[in-house]
């Protein structure tokens, strides 16, 4: 299965000048975790701000809701093509311990989102367990979360 088979298309986007307020309604509207960020007036992805990257970055940093996206986004995400394999993004995610992965074209536009949830709807060729480690890979707490729970 390709990418384009999987994601979400179109998802929702602001712009590095949007305020977290606005990227947070989006986020309530759509039903979401991460928004893609892009150049204003373009599709071209910037980076992607989450609903941790709201908490984390902001509010915990004393950031409050007109906080611009661009000081809380996270820059350069991992990225996959429509044309990828799923397999690929499988991979993406448990590399990069996220859970969501902007699909874009060939000039850098998002043109969709794979999200982990995505992966349990796929096909009904995967098997629990498969989809369990990968699950529990892309979930692997960071150095950083290990530290603090200890």
Not at 10 to 31: G, I, Y
Not at 96 to 106: E, F, L, M, T, Y
């Amino acid at each position: 299965m390709k990418a384009q088979e999987l994601m979400t298309k179109t998802p929702a986007s602001c712009t590095p000048e949007s305020t977290v307020r606005e990227a947070a309604q989006l986020m309530l509207k759509h039903d979401c975790g991460c928004i893609a960020v892009v150049e204003t007036g373009t599709m071209r992805l910037t980076g992607v701000v989450t609903d941790r990257d709201v908490a984390c970055r902001c509010i915990a940093q004393g950031g409050g809701p007109e906080t611009r996206v661009k000081e809380v986004m996270t820059t350069d995400p991992k990225c996959c093509h429509p044309e990828d394999d799923v397999a690929a993004v499988e991979q993406i995610m448990m590399q990069a311990q996220v859970r969501r992965v902007p699909v874009v074209d060939g000039r850098g536009n998002c043109v969709g989102m794979i999200a982990q949830a995505d992966l349990a709807v796929r096909d009904k060729a995967v098997s629990e367990g498969e989809l369990g480690r990968v699950v529990e890979r892309i979930s692997k707490p960071g150095q950083h979360e290990e530290e603090q729970s200890n």
